[in-house]
């Protein structure tokens, strides 16, 4: 929306140093040159309000921290016109009298002409200073939403590294379960292999009663 406002801006900073010396023109013109001259300041004075209208309205939909400045500015374009149909009334009126004239050039005229070109200069470098600070407005919030972003994209990040522990986590779990159902079943083999080494044991001790059983009977009868 700003843009838009510039837009305007330089387009009646144009218009307004145009007419600032078509006025100086005609101050130098009479008769039907000078109405026709008149008739076209009136037409570009006319659409410099037309101008100051938009930019006026473009202001007031500002946020509130733009818009005070834009308002200031527009103040200055609105007194600036003022100068200029003023300009224009004093050189259609008095170019009635070739005397009147030649007073008006000399004096009135030139007196707010160079009024104009002061206050041309002035809003020039306001204008140049508005710039500059919406620039800076535009910079830090491009500035806000690039650490905005990075903040987003620091929090999706963690989201996924919570995601990879929670994970780790229940795999850890599993591990844990397996490694108890091993233990379980390495405890189960190792007491059926005491076992089976007692009923080994009880076997061998049982053959050798046998044999010794055996022999006894064999050499005694």
Sequence with gaps: MADVFEGYERQYCEISASLARKCTAASALQGEKLKQKASEIKSGIDGAEALIKKMDLEARNQQPSVRAGLLAKLREYKSDLNNLKGALKRVTTGNAQQGSREELLESGMAETLGVSADQKSRLLRITEKQNKTTDRIRDSHRTMLETEDLGVSLLQDLHQQRERLIHAHGTLDNVDDNIGKSRRIM???????????????????????????????????
């Design 187 to 221: 405890g189960a083999m190792v007491r059926r292999m005491d076992r089976n080494k007692w009923i080994i044991g009880f076997i061998i001790a049982l053959l050798v009663l046998v044999i010794l059983v055996i022999l006894y009977f064999k050499f005694v009868h």
